[in-house]
């Protein structure tokens, strides 16, 4: 009878000595997680006081050189600003929430003066909760518009190398090309076109499928530049002379002009449409009235004889 009793007695002071235990865990788990919350609420508070915050400061932004940007109407121009000014955000991990805010900043002149613009029009709270990809919209709409974009396209298909050195024309040729996205669709096809860029002295001496990209032709088109200038130092190759700027031509048809003038040769004015020189009847009729001044007349003879 008395190991029966004291047997119940330890199960139940076993049964309530766990139960205690369980309880006396459950409390302290409670204690040690309202402590980590009140620590957490604390440090991010202390944060907030000393102004820490998340992505980079202006200052650290302003570090890295961000490019401004004059607002030329200019998609090559325009587009390259993004392109380099996403790049700084990058690389000092800015929060998307500052990209206008740091970004606008960068802006100068025209550019400015447009986006100060556009804020009167959309409102201060408006331009505040902006995204960068909506501000891009409007951005481009005005800086790069399609029409100028059109004409791009056009010169891209035109170009044509006329003296150019190949860092130079290469440079005018990938400016083009990366708003030519529809026209030229594979890597057969930007081969092709920078072939076809060439002066004829460069295409002699390729055949454009042996290339299966861009670099490769580029590369193979400088080393026959290097090749093209050993032979004019070798006297075998004339320097081929670059066409000169309708500004330049022009300068050099006026000189032409005064130098005629100088000669001692009547200018010729005459203006008027579908004349020309050797038969405008100005000049013509000129000659003719000189020739009758100062032609001799002939004796008539006399009737009578």
Known sequence: MKEVIAEEVGKAIENSLSGFIDKIQNTVLSVVDERIKKLEDSTNIAKEKLGERKGCSYKEFMACKPPLYNGEVDPIICQRWLSDIEGVFERTHCDTNDFVAYGTGQLRGQAKDWWDNKKKEIGSEAAR????????????????????????????????QKGESIDKITGIFLDKLRFCDELVTSKEQKV???????SA?????????????LTEIINTAREREIELKKQIERGERRAQVVNLSPRKKARTTESSKKQDGKG????????????KKSECPELVGKKDGKDSHTETPKAKADPSN
């Open 129 to 160: 909760a902006m995204t960068w990809d909506e501000f891009k919209v409007p951005f481009l709409k005005h800086h790069s518009p399609k029409a100028v974009i059109n004409r791009i396209k056009e010169e891209f298909i035109q170009l044509r």
């Open 192 to 198: 092709y076109y920078y072939y076809n860029m060439l």
């Open 201 to 213: 002295e460069y295409r002699e001496f390729m055949t454009p499928s042996k290339y299966k990209t």
């Open 264 to 275: 001692g040769s009547p200018s010729y004015k005459c203006y008027q449409l579908g004349h």
